[in-house]
């Protein structure tokens, strides 16, 4: 049975909003002007007493928002791995982001594009609206966003509108051209708990330590069906790290996919489970490790001596 009552965004504290809950009053359903629409139970809710992991989860909610994913769960099942998902963004990063959602939004070349900076701080990993306020200045002040119908904003009528210049959309055409000048590095792993500190202390800190970005979906690898966003999320790495221990098929896929559109690929596995590693895939070079220390540093001097320290800006 689902019931109804106004409550405030037990996330981001926007309110008071309509919020349903089922489950006997366990699982709230809302959708938040700010975060998106999402499911989360009490449990978690009130676990989220951390300033910084109820903005980046907002964040992250509202970014599967806009990608179309599925509405997320959150709860006690799924939290940790979405945590895990939370990226490390530099400046540069969130206004690349910023310039994306512009080329997105833009129904044509000079067409308007308005943010609520109030509400829409979370599209960009942002701490509050004068943080997505700064990279709009930063935006323009680097020729790459210009203000755009001012009419509606001085009537009153809404937030202030900009548009991409012609130089933003040839910075979004050089950006989307795959590869060439992208640090992100696509991890294809197992979400199994086991593997958590495999991936906490040895493929995330290796990948940075080699000037790259590491990009772990929060979507269990999957065979049954094609995830179009991860596609295009391999698409536009510069390698891929595929961590074949326990042997997911979802992981063979994605790595595969990479191989056939030339992007390299680093094989690893746990030692324990080399002699399972699937026979097509046995002519590559794995690293074997033993424990994450050991991965995380087989891997930096892998992918440093081969991919070489990212020279992307
Ligand atoms: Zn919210």
Redesign the pocket.
């Known amino acids: 049975m689902t019931t109804e009552t106004e409550n405030l965004?037990?996330?981001?504290?926007?309110?008071p909003?309509r919020v349903g809950t089922s489950d006997h009053g366990e699982r709230l359903n809302?959708t938040?002007?700010?975060?998106?629409k999402f499911t989360i139970t009490q449990t978690v809710a009130r676990t989220l007493d951390e300033r910084q992991l109820a903005t980046k989860l907002?964040a992250w909610?509202r970014n599967r928002n806009e990608q179309g994913a599925k509405i997320p769960e959150i709860s006690t099942a799924t939290i940790k791995n979405i945590i895990d998902c939370f990226p490390t963004l530099s400046v540069i990063d969130k206004q690349a982001i910023l310039l994306e959602i512009f080329g997105r939004r833009s129904k044509y070349p000079g067409s308007s594009v308005s943010f609520d900076s109030n509400l829409d701080f979370?599209l960009i990993w942002g701490e509050n609206a004068n943080e997505l306020d700064f990279h709009l200045r930063t935006l323009m002040a680097r020729s790459l966003i210009q203000a755009g119908d001012q009419l509606k904003a001085a009537a009153g009528q809404g937030p202030p509108e900009y548009m991409l210049t012609a130089a933003g959309w040839s910075h979004l055409d050089e950006v989307n051209r795959p590869r060439s000048i992208s640090t992100q590095a696509f991890v294809a792993m197992s979400f199994d708990t086991t593997l958590r500190s495999a991936w906490r202390k040895g493929i995330e800190p290796a990948i940075i330590r080699s000037g790259y970005r590491p990009f772990r979906t929060d979507a269990q690898p999957s065979l049954d069906r094609i995830d179009v966003q991860i596609m295009a999320e391999i698409k536009r790495s510069h390698l891929v790290v595929a961590d074949v221990t326990l042997q997911r098929p979802g992981v063979y896929f994605e790595a595969g996919y990479a191989i056939g559109l030339g992007i390299p690929v680093y094989w690893c596995v746990r030692k324990d489970d080399l002699q399972n590693v699937h026979f097509d895939t046995r002519q590559y070079n794995h690293i074997v490790w033993e424990n994450p220390d050991d991965l995380c540093v087989q891997l930096h001097d892998f992918i440093y001596a081969v991919s070489g320290p990212s020279t992307a800006i």
Not at 9 to 15: K, L, S, Y
């Open positions: 965004c037990p996330i981001c504290a926007f309110g909003l809302l938040c002007p700010r975060c998106g907002s909610i979370p």
